[in-house]
């Protein structure tokens, strides 16, 4: 499973569970969300190391691992902490009043899923997070 997939498929669990008004099913996404942010056991690199084995895993952190950096923390744990922060507050904190921003949320994650670009993450790499690995720009496959 690719990082794009998981994008998408979080981005529409968010949008159906928003659309059903399920608040214990969008506490499991955000503590999910958090935990992949935390412990850097993301869903999609586990299932990659399910289906290839550990040397693949290995190929994907040399390339990550990159000496350039500001911040030694990966832009695809920033994302899904910043992610789960922002439907932390919006829908459990400020639900009457920010009742947009978790839909929005939803929307570019799913939007990002799709299109295979996250602005989200361009910026945060241009920040100074470590890239993930894999080429975010417009012309990457």
Do not use: H
Not at 66 to 83: D, P, Y
Not at 104 to 124: K, Q, R
């Amino acid at each position: 499973m690719s990082e794009r997939i998981y994008r998408l498929l979080v981005g529409l669990s968010v949008l159906s569970i928003l659309y059903l008004d399920s608040k214990p099913a969008m506490y499991v996404v955000i503590a999910v969300m958090v935990f992949e942010a935390v412990t850097n056991w993301r869903i999609p690199l586990l299932v990659s190391r399910i289906r290839y084995g550990k040397t693949e895993m290995s190929k994907l952190a040399n390339r990550a691992s990159g000496g350039g950096n500001r911040f030694q923390f990966e832009a695809e744990r920033a994302l899904r902490l910043l992610f789960s922060s922002v439907l932390l507050v919006t829908y459990i904190l400020f639900n009457k009043n920010l009742w947009l921003f978790p839909w929005f949320a939803g929307f570019a994650l799913a939007v990002a899923g799709l299109s295979g670009i996250c602005p989200m993450l361009l910026f945060l790499e241009k920040l100074g997070f470590r890239s993930s690995g894999k080429s975010t720009t417009v012309g990457a496959a």
